[in-house]
């Protein structure tokens, strides 16, 4: 071997990240730029889960995904068929049959829906001083403080007791009217400044501002909630009583924008995970050949509230529907073929990661810290104080999805949630690796997770895109082959 000078060696030996956008062409960069403008127009019209579940169900079946649970139980599922699960109104399961059985395994991703937020309580409305309010209980990790004098919008449903569903989406058109919950102005503030930021804006003050008018000037008690309800009785015919059936979210009122002067970055709320839910159909939605092995999406509910519940990854919807396809498909020992299916899977925990902010310095080991910019980012392992609750990936999956991943010309960086023992976290990779199936964690980073306004690098969403259409398409696991050391 030819002696290698120092800045050859180091060329061939050191691994480097660069600025993903230094490695796309002008084309690429195009596409970048345009997958994220779609992106942008579903995240300002994707506020909910519920209406992600609509989005998604929607695009699937202009796409001729077919319910899996009305397949005709003669016909047999073939390679090429695209069915589809909607799981009550709040989880989808999107798959497209593989030329082999299933017992030979899927291509799963795996991403989240829901996003936190403020939820109305069962009895919101109350009236102080001549001030209507509607009282919320906050889901998932949210920092009060930066939920006080933002515009909010409202969207959900209510269900009345005859059964009548009622759609309420107020507060993103220009003209609508928005809600907002209160802050105390800095000349009175300075006790509140004194506190702790987790303590400055308390959980019962996350109440939000809905009407001043009282209703006439009879002598009744509590006029302006009495005007809001006979508003709410005219607009949505519902009584006060009918909250205690209603899903009712605020969340930030307004649509997504770009951030920056050259536009790198697309702004706004639910990215968390919603860039992974969309990227995840989008590669799926663009499979137009047979694939090998059965590819699947799971969007699934309440990941930002531990999974529970029965939309959430802790539900059995997946496994059941997995299982109807396994009978579907006519497999020989229905059972013990989707057992082996499973354990042979190999899965995407698509969800985001915290990318290193140079404002806020201290929280990562630069080295291994995830950056905005750099493409999507694979997290071998999360969890706490010595990867506790964690899944850690094998070594054995994170070389296939390198060859993966590399083939198709992703650009991918590793990244840890943050500093040893500084904080931690967890995604749906746990609940995916009970099947006994490889699973890791791979998503693009994002600045400000789980504020109002998150952002995420526009390069970055599109390599997330790549990154899983090559999984879902192309992922085989390696041959590993023993190499005798030297
Ligand atoms: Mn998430
Ligand atoms: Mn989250």
Not at 285 to 310: H, N, P, Q, W
Not at 472 to 486: A, D, E, G, H, V
Request: aromatic share 10%; glycine share 8%.
């Amino acid at each position: 071997m030819t002696k290698l000078n120092a800045s050859e060696l180091q060329e061939k030996l050191s691994r480097k990240v660069p600025n993903a956008w230094e490695k796309v062409d002008e084309t690429e960069k195009e596409k970048a730029f345009a997958i994220s403008e779609t992106y942008r127009a579903f995240l300002s019209h994707c506020k909910t889960e519920r209406a992600c579940n609509a989005y998604f169900v929607k695009e699937a079946r202009n796409r001729g995904f077919v319910d899996l649970y009305q397949w005709p139980q003669d016909q047999p599922l073939k390679p090429g068929d695209k069915v589809y699960v909607d799981h009550q109104n709040k989880a989808v399961l999107l798959f497209v049959i593989g030329e082999q059985p299933l017992s030979k395994g899927l291509n799963i991703i795996g991403g989240h829906i829901d996003s936190p937020r403020l939820d109305l309580k069962p009895n919101p409305l109350y009236e102080e001083c001549d001030l209507a309010f509607l009282k919320t209980h906050y889901y998932g990790g949210i920092k009060k403080y930066q939920w006080v004098t933002i515009p909010l919008a409202l969207h959900g449903v209510i269900i009345k007791k005859n059964g009548e569903r009622v759609d309420v989406a107020i507060g993103e058109n220009p003209e609508d009217p928005v809600f907002v919950i209160t802050d105390l102005l800095p000349h009175l503030a300075q006790e509140q400044m004194q506190k702790k930021m987790s303590k400055g804006i308390e959980g019962e003050g996350l109440n939000l501002l809905v009407g001043n008018i009282p209703y006439g000037d009879d002598e009744i008690k509590e006029p302006v909630k009495l005007a809001i309800l006979e508003h709410l009785y005219q607009t949505y015919g519902i009584v006060e009583e009918d909250f205690v059936s209603a899903e009712l979210e605020a969340v930030p009122a307004g649509a997504a924008r770009d951030v920056g002067f050259d536009r790198s970055i697309i702004g706004g709320y639910g990215q968390d995970d919603r860039v992974c839910s969309y990227t995840a159909a989008l590669a799926l939605f663009s499979i137009t050949e047979m694939v090998e092995r059965t590819a699947c999406v799971i969007l699934a509910d309440k990941e930002e509230i531990g999974s529970y519940g029965s939309t959430g990854m802790m539900s059995k919807y997946f496994e059941y529907a997995v299982a109807e396809l396994a009978y579907l498909s006519g497999e020989a020992l229905p059972e013990s073929a989707l057992r082996r299916g499973f354990m042979q899977s190999d899965a995407l925990s698509a969800d985001v990661n915290s990318a290193f902010d140079p404002n806020y310095t201290g929280t990562h080991d630069l080295k291994n810290a995830s950056y905005a910019g750099k493409g999507v980012t694979i997290s071998k392992y999360g969890g706490a104080r010595g990867k506790s609750g964690s899944n850690d990936a094998h070594a054995e999956f994170m070389a296939s999805l390198r060859s993966c991943f590399d083939e198709a010309n992703v650009a991918w960086q590793t990244g840890d949630l943050g500093k040893v023992d500084l904080g931690g976290g967890g995604t749906i990779a746990w609940m995916m690796a009970q099947y006994g199936m490889n699973v890791v964690d791979c998503g693009p980073a994002l600045l400000s997770m789980h504020a109002p306004f998150e952002l995420c690098a526009k390069i970055d969403i599109y390599m997330t895109y790549k990154a899983y259409r090559a999984f879902l398409l192309n992922y085989r696991k390696l041959q590993i082959t023993t190499k005798k050391s030297m």
